[in-house]
């Protein structure tokens, strides 16, 4: 059974840093992927970073230089280091698991259902 826990999101003001951290147990596929991705209410759900097992990494285009996906696979944990934080950012963020490598196809996507794994979200909230 897959379970991703999301972690470390608060409520900071507009330039400043927040580290989210995703835990995942049971997602031992060797191949796979993981993301994060975000929602503000009203709006659909939208691919933030991506990173396959082989280390290749996705960024939206919004978030570029800005954040940084990473994962320490000793610890299973996933997560996501975002810099100069805007009130755009605003959010609730979600990390995602898919059993086969994604970064090369429209993963970004949420209506592509390329995810089949979700967590329960972490709400970041930058403030102006």
């Known amino acids: 059974q897959v379970r991703l826990v999301e972690s470390g999101g608060g409520s900071v003001q507009a330039g400043g840093s927040l580290r989210l951290s995703c835990a995942a147990s049971g997602f031992t596929y060797s191949s796979n992927c993981m993301a994060w991705f975000r929602q503000v209410p009203g709006k659909e759900r939208e691919g933030v970073a991506a990173?396959?097992?082989?280390?290749?990494?996705s960024y939206a285009d919004s978030v570029k230089g800005r954040f940084t996906i990473s994962k320490d696979n000793a610890k299973n944990t996933l997560y996501l280091q975002m810099n100069s934080l805007k009130p755009e950012d605003t959010a609730m963020y979600y990390c995602?698991?898919?059993?086969?490598?994604?970064?090369?196809?429209?993963?970004?996507?949420?209506?592509?259902?390329?995810?089949?794994?979700w967590g329960q979200g972490t709400q970041v909230t930058v403030s102006s």
């Open positions: 995602a698991g898919a059993p086969f490598q994604a970064v090369g196809s429209e993963w970004h996507n949420f209506e592509k259902g390329v995810f089949g794994y």
């Open positions: 990173i396959d097992s082989d280390g290749s990494t």
